[in-house]
């Protein structure tokens, strides 16, 4: 056990020892825990993202209910205990189905058990890979000029993720921290939404011709590729740029990105990247390329209101687009661009999207 996964156990064992010790005076044990809702997100003058407020929800013995929730929590201490003494990890599907034997600890659905590891994480001040625990979504790919060296089950490798990788690219490690950027080229990375877009700019040779780091976030980004994205903007000072479909739950794959997001606040810090730009396809786009579209859905239309009212998209630049996106009644994809030719989103719209930033 590492220093960093010692302290975490001490972490989660004093979780343990508050609930032992209001017991000990006689005390019905409870937790209190942030709310983890838009109305409790603040931003943060000095890390420059959304983190939790005040605002804290009480988890009592008093119930049925809170007592459940804090006998699983005692149960689900003790198997990571365990696991982090024998270095092993497992998944969240897995704990979910280790809790079968457990009695009256045992979780009803995988949902439950989730947010347990989230409390977890809130309460002792650690994320969820430090405690061994592994998503079920892995890290994406990415493909560009920069060198990292990885440690394996087979020892310490080099890799080079142009030169050292097929078309695929590299796969992002489930823990990025582990990775150490040996040298690089690169003059930004693009983070982008779909599979399709993502090959479509392998193919046409962009992260050679524009020296860029094309990161494939394969939708919601796994917290891997929003840690990797972090580290090569913070540590190695690349611009990130954001390019998804324009709808809005792409708006919200940017925010995650960006300023993190609202159900993992507490982690913003770690994995969020407030320098990232959002690229496009914007409202705006719709209309200055005269984009195929399709008309928003009800549901569509509910996301865009609520994204109105989300404190993350409080600014003349998302409000300006978001009207307008409901004026147009209109959405659209990235692969629209194939409207005019395969090369088109390579040749033309990027390029004229990254010089209006400055990022070329």
């Known amino acids: 056990m590492n220093e960093i996964e010692r302290r975490c156990l001490s972490a989660l064992l004093g979780i343990l020892e508050n609930v032992y010790e209001q017991m000990r005076l006689g005390n019905i044990p409870e937790l209190e825990i942030s709310t983890r809702t838009k109305h409790n997100i603040e931003f943060n003058e000095d890390s420059g993202v959304w983190v939790y407020g005040d605002r804290k929800s009480v988890t009592s013995a008093k119930t049925i209910k809170g007592a459940l929730k804090i006998l699983k929590m005692v149960y689900v201490i003790g198997f990571l205990k365990e696991q982090l003494a024998v270095n092993k990890s497992s998944t969240l599907r897995e704990l979910y189905y280790i809790t079968e034997g457990w009695g009256y600890a045992k979780f009803e659905e995988q949902d439950e058990s989730d947010r347990l590891i989230e ?15 592994r998503p079920e979504e892995d890290g994406a790919t990415i493909v560009g000029p920069i060198r990292i060296r990885e440690e394996t ?83 190695l000072k690349i611009p990130v ?57 009800d549901e569509d239309i509910k996301a865009l209101n609520a994204i109105l009212t989300d404190p993350r998209f409080d600014t003349d630049f998302w409000k300006k687009e978001i009207k307008l996106q409901l004026e147009l009644n209109k959405k659209s994809e990235q692969q629209a661009l194939a409207k005019y030719g395969l090369d088109y989103v390579t040749d033309v719209y990027l390029p004229e999207k990254l010089s209006e930033i400055g990022i070329i």
């Open 119 to 133: 409390d977890l994480e809130i309460l002792s001040g650690y994320q969820r890979e430090q405690f061994h625990i």
């Open 241 to 297: 740029v954001v390019f998804t479909d324009g709808d809005p739950w792409s708006y919200r794959i940017y925010a995650s990105v960006a300023y993190g997001s609202i159900k993992a606040a507490h982690l913003s810090e770690y994995l969020a990247t407030p320098e990232a730009k959002f690229l496009g396809v914007t409202p705006s786009d719709i209309v200055k390329y005269d984009l195929p579209s399709d008309r928003l859905s």
């Open 153 to 235: 089950r087979r020892g310490v490798k080099e890799i080079h993720c142009q030169d050292d990788v097929g078309e695929g690219g590299y796969q992002i490690p489930v823990n990025v921290d582990k990775l150490q950027f040996v040298e690089h080229d690169a003059r930004f990375a693009i983070a982008i939404e779909t599979g399709g877009m993502r090959d479509r700019l392998v193919e046409n040779g962009f992260d050679e011709k524009f020296n860029a780091i094309i990161v494939h976030l394969k939708g919601q980004p796994a917290r891997s590729t929003r840690r990797l994205l972090r580290r090569l903007n913070t540590e």
